[in-house]
């Protein structure tokens, strides 16, 4: 069992940066993928950015066109930073971290192959 927490939500302005931290508990080996996700009102959620569980590998969604956003993980410290620059009206949405257990350094894009998740971050960028 893992259990996630986010934290870093805020209210920004078109153009500023912002960094979301995800608190990974109950496993400390680190060996699951992580993945961002983030759902806006009335719009599926969808596949941010992943990293792999030695942090070698990383995957993109959509959104990061221009690869505006970065992933970075801490295994000791049980811990992954989403680093959003240039955020954008569009960018205003819900933020969730997932964790999924792998049985190899691979990233996981799909939210159906996620099993924790934290409760999310709400992310507001306003024009």
């Known amino acids: 069992q893992l259990q996630l927490v986010e934290s870093g939500g805020g209210f920004v302005q078109a153009g500023d940066s912002l960094s979301l931290s995800c608190t990974v508990s109950g496993r400390s080996d680190g060996a699951y993928a992580l993945g961002w996700f983030r759902q806006a009102p009335g719009k599926k959620r969808e596949f941010v950015i992943g990293?792999?569980?030695?942090?070698?590998?990383?995957?993109f969604g959509e959104p990061v066109s221009g690869r505006r956003f970065a992933i970075s993980r801490d295994n000791a410290r049980n811990t992954a930073l989403l680093q959003m620059n240039s955020l954008k009206p569009d960018d205003t949405a819900v933020y969730y971290c997932?964790?999924?257990?792998?049985?190899?350094?691979?990233?996981?894009?799909?939210?159906?192959?996620?099993?924790?998740w934290g409760q999310g971050t709400q992310v507001t960028v306003s024009s």
């Open positions: 990293i792999s569980p030695s942090g070698s590998n990383r995957a």
């Open positions: 997932a964790a999924a257990f792998v049985s190899s350094d691979v990233n996981v894009i799909f939210p159906e192959q996620y099993k924790y």
